[in-house]
């Protein structure tokens, strides 16, 4: 059963068996019914299921997020679609204080198995606010799980992962790879939603990537391969928690590692992978972790995002320093 598939077609089908193996699952979100989605990720969804499960909401991000606690404390299991990265700050209290907390607060009596979906990342031309990278500031919060898929099989797998869990999950949607196809075997047996994998091996560098910068690693990589170096890239899928132990055993065999992300390097999420990782390999490495990403600075407009974004060169050029020591 194996199909090709643009990742929003993956993310969409990926929806469309959750809703059909669990009466319990309900869509809601602005213009997640009618219209099917900005992004059309959940096109067709409402003809077939109904306003009750389909459902379009005011443009209230923490109504929103505030209503989906509600349903999932009773017995729900709802998907909140937040239609641009920067549009979630409204709904920031709702998620690290409540939806986070809940569990705990209960002593695990209270779980509320919310996923709330958000399109993240550049490259698609926006205006302002519509193409942020915020992962690290639910990856910081504990009660939170954060997940990001770089391809149509992971998207379609890992959604359905999330849907399941009884945790609540930040699912990031890299935006720009909405329209990028795979392979996707709908009847295998998932990787673990956290387990990270290794995109393509190699010897002489790790680069470690999720989400948006995936493609833009083995970019690097095959660009690498023509000047003689062998890239070893990491999909981490997973931002907390991180699976260290895949990223330890890759930098111990190429003693070098990169981390690459979009979002900005300042207190980015390399950060963290680069202090655990000179923990842990201390004795191995030959270089220093180094960070590929954004600049510390606002989204840029659309005409400069080309220079925000990390992009083939930076990898290289990073690359090129770690192998210079």
């Not at 669990?22 to 003809?47: A, C, H, N, Q, S």
């Not at 942020?132 to 391809?151: D, I, M, Q, R, Y």
């Not at 790879?177 to 190699?202: F, I, M, S």
């Amino acid at each position: 059963m194996t199909q090709t598939m643009a990742v929003a077609k993956a993310l969409n089908e990926s929806l469309r068996k959750a809703l059909d193996n669990d009466p319990k699952v309900l869509v809601m979100g602005e213009d997640v019914g009618r219209l099917g989605g900005v992004f059309r990720i959940t096109d067709g969804l409402y003809k077939d299921f109904g306003e009750g499960r389909i459902i379009d909401t005011p443009l209230a991000e923490s109504g929103i997020v505030g209503t989906a606690i509600g349903l999932a404390l009773r017995g729900y299991r709802p998907v909140v679609e937040i239609q641009f990265d920067g549009f979630v700050f409204p709904a920031y209290d709702q998620i690290v204080t409540q939806l986070a907390k809940m569990h705990a607060r209960a002593l695990g009596k209270i779980k509320l198995p919310v996923v709330i979906r958000i399109p993240y990342g550049g490259g698609i031309g926006a205006v302002e606010h519509h193409s942020e990278s915020p992962e690290t500031l639910f990856a910081h919060v504990a009660g939170l799980k954060v997940v990001s898929p770089s391809n149509a099989s992971d998207a379609y797998w890992m959604l359905q992962q999330a849907i399941e869990c009884d945790d609540p999950v930040i699912f990031f949607e890299p935006k720009r790879r909405y329209w990028d196809k795979g392979e996707v075997n709908t009847e295998a047996v998932p990787t673990g939603l956290h387990t990270a994998v290794v995109a393509q091996q190699g010897a002489d560098v790790t680069l470690v990537a999720y989400g948006p910068m995936v493609k833009v690693c083995l970019e690097a990589a095959a660009a690498a391969a023509n000047e003689g170096r062998s890239l070893e890239v990491v999909d981490l899928r997973s931002l907390s928690p991180i699976d260290f132990d895949t990223v330890q055993a890759s930098v111990e065999k190429t003693r070098r590692l990169v981390v690459v992300h979009e979002a900005p390097v300042f207190y980015g999420s390399g950060a963290e992978i680069a202090a655990r990782i000179t923990e842990r390999c201390f004795y191995h490495l030959e270089a220093p972790v180094l960070r590929v990403g954004g600049f510390h600075a606002p989204y840029p407009p659309a005409r400069l995002e080309d220079e925000y974004l990390p992009g083939l060169d930076r990898v290289l050029d990073a690359v090129d320093r770690s192998l210079a020591y």
